[in-house]
């Protein structure tokens, strides 16, 4: 693994992105910065850091053994890993919210954002970005996140925890295919409000209850309506409310 340690950088995706522009890179290189500046979430959210109080990084795969038609496998492998990384700390109630917000019981504590590249020949490359709020207190602006230190009041070595979430991740991929059905087993068990009649909310600002019965392969989240229809949205359909 290549380690890239940053002070601060806009965001630790879009350096990644710069650097396979001008260098070839080895697979699972790294790029950790204290500060991201302007970090990217899903749906065009903001992840904005605290100096030196969380974690922001971002990983290259290069060789993926993923195929286009499952490319979602790779948000469950990743969300996976960090489910994992955190269990290895004793951390309870660790969930994934789909797509892949991870919750300590309903309060966000980390993100991932994965921005692929499919060449003509379909080969896939991956630049995977990974925010884990560690030791910030202060969520006045962000009422549903929070931070494992303010959750469980541990503190954790950032260096470590990143270490360990890239091995387990290198491990699931070189693995690929062989443990793909495994990782969706696991990313299922730890679903967030599955099997749970939930609200959520669609495009035009509509309310509707509904439970939460699987991820399609394709990251479609499948609900069972009210009058028992089983109906799959994409990412910007909906969102859960709770």
Known sequence: ???????ATPSTNDYLKQLTVTDTLSDFTVVWADVQTQGKGQRGAKWVTQEAKNLTFSIFIGNSKLHIHDIFTLNVIV?????????????????VKWPNDILSYN??????????????SGKVKS??????????TNFDAFPQASSIFKQYDIKVDKEQLLLRIVDIIKNKINHLPIITEDEWIFYHRYLFRKDQLSVF???NGTTFNGVIKQVNRSGQLQVELTNHDLKEYNLKDIKLIY
């Open 107 to 120: 309060k966000k504590i980390a993100g991932i954002l994965i921005e692929n590249t499919i060449s003509a």
């Open 201 to 203: 909310e669609d495009m």
């Open 79 to 95: 969300s996976n890993a960090i489910i994992t990384a955190l269990h290895d700390l004793n951390l309870t109630n660790i969930w």
């Open 127 to 136: 630049i995977i970005g990974i925010g884990i709020n560690i030791d910030q």
């Open 1 to 7: 693994m290549n380690l890239i340690k940053l002070n």
